[in-house]
C-alpha cells in the first residue's frame, strides 16, 4: 500500500496543480528568455565527452515545459514544449541563446476553445524548414510550412496508441523516411515499444514499417536524432517514484538499416546521465553538425521541468566527433 501511496504522489508532483510554479501572465506576451552556464559535471557517465551545461530561466509563466528538441542548420536548435509553444536558439557564439521573439504557440485550436497542445516531439526539413510535430493524445502529426501553412494528419498506424504515450520520438532521416516510436510500452509487456518508418512525410498516407524496439527495463524512448553515419541515437528515460520525483536517462545507439517489418530492432546503450543535476526530466534530443566538417558534432539535451518548482530547464551539450562510439 506504501508503494501505491507514493506511485500516486509522485504522479500529482508531475501533474498538474500541486508543486508547480504559478503561470503568470499571458501566453501571448513577449517572453525573456536567458540561459546561462552551469558548472555542474557530476553524473554523466560514458564515452562522449559534456561540453558545457546551461540553465533556461525567464519570468515568462508559459516558459518550460521542454519536451522536444530539433536541429535548425548548424547554428541553432528548436526547441518544443508540453503546452504547444517553440523555441528558437542560436548557437553561433560560444553559448546558446534564446533568439529574441522566437517564443510562439503553435498548438492546435479546433471547434471554438478545444485545443490539441500536448507536443511531444519535432523533426525539420533541413532544405526547406518544414517543421513536423508529434501530438500525444490524439496521436496526431501536424506539419508547419515555412510559409506558416499548417496540415493535420492523425495516421491509423497510430491510432490504438496509448493517449498519454504516444509518439515520443520523431526524426526525419535524412532519406527522408521518418522514424516515429511511442513511449508507452505495448500491453502486456515493461520494454517492447511499437514503432513506425514512414517511406516518406506521415501525412501523405501509405503503410508503415511497424516494427518494435526493447528499452531497457524502466525506461521508456522519448526523443531521436540521426548522426551523420546514418544511426539514430534515442533517448530514454526512468522515472523514480520519490517526492520530488527523480529520473535516470539513457542514449542508445540504433542503426536504422536494420528495421525490418514485424521485427525486433537492435539498441545498446552508450551513456548514461544519473545523480546530480543530471536527475531531472530530459526529453529532448538533437544532433547538430559542424559547419565545418558534418561527421563531427554535438549531441544536445534538454530538460521538462513539469513546471516544478522542484525542476530546472537544463541545456546540455556532447561532443561527437564519430569515433568514442564504433
Known amino acids: 500500500m506504501w508503494r501505491l501511496a507514493l506511485l500516486a504522489l509522485t504522479v500529482l508532483a508531475l501533474g498538474p496543480g500541486l508543486f508547480l510554479r504559478t503561470q503568470t501572465g499571458q501566453r501571448s506576451e513577449p517572453a525573456v528568455v536567458t540561459i546561462v552556464p552551469r558548472a555542474d559535471r557530476d553524473g554523466v557517465s560514458g564515452p562522449l565527452a559534456l561540453t558545457g551545461v546551461w540553465e533556461i530561466s525567464t519570468p515568462h509563466g508559459w516558459v518550460g515545459d521542454f519536451s522536444a ?163 539514430v541515437l534515442i533517448l530514454l528515460r526512468r522515472v523514480r517514484y520519490s517526492i520530488p520525483a527523480r529520473f535516470d536517462t539513457a542514449i542508445a545507439i540504433a542503426d536504422p538499416r536494420e528495421i525490418r517489418d514485424g521485427t525486433l530492432w537492435r539498441m545498446r546503450v552508450i551513456e548514461r546521465l544519473e545523480g546530480g543535476i543530471f536527475a531531472d526530466d530530459f526529453e529532448g534530443l538533437a544532433y547538430v553538425p559542424s559547419a565545418q566538417d558534418p561527421s563531427r558534432g554535438a549531441m544536445w539535451v534538454i530538460t521538462d521541468d513539469n513546471f516544478s518548482i522542484f525542476q530546472r530547464s537544463l541545456l546540455a551539450r556532447f561532443a561527437w566527433d564519430g569515433t568514442a562510439v564504433p
Open 69 to 231: 528538441l530539433v536541429p535548425k542548420g548548424s547554428t541553432g536548435l528548436v526547441a518544443g514544449t508540453d503546452r504547444g509553444f517553440l523555441l528558437d536558439i542560436d548557437l553561433s557564439g560560444e553559448s546558446p541563446r534564446a533568439v529574441a521573439g522566437s517564443f510562439r504557440f503553435v498548438g492546435v485550436t479546433v471547434r471554438a476553445r478545444k485545443e490539441f497542445v500536448d507536443l511531444e516531439s519535432l523533426a525539420r526539413d533541413p532544405a526547406t524548414g518544414t517543421l513536423w510535430a508529434g501530438f500525444e493524445y490524439n496521436n496526431l502529426v501536424v506539419r508547419y510550412a515555412a510559409d506558416g501553412a499548417r496540415r493535420i494528419a492523425a495516421p491509423p498506424a497510430m491510432a490504438k496508441w496509448r493517449r498519454n504515450s504516444g509518439p515520443e520520438a520523431m526524426v526525419r532521416l535524412a532519406d527522408g523516411r521518418f522514424l516515429v516510436i511511442a513511449e508507452g510500452p505495448q500491453k502486456g509487456s515493461q520494454t517492447l515499444h511499437e514503432a513506425l518508418l514512414f517511406r516518406g512525410d506521415p501525412l501523405a498516407g501509405g503503410k508503415p514499417t511497424v516494427f518494435r524496439l526493447r528499452a531497457p527495463t524502466g525506461y521508456d524512448p522519448i526523443d531521436a536524432a540521426q548522426l551523420p553515419d546514418g544511426r
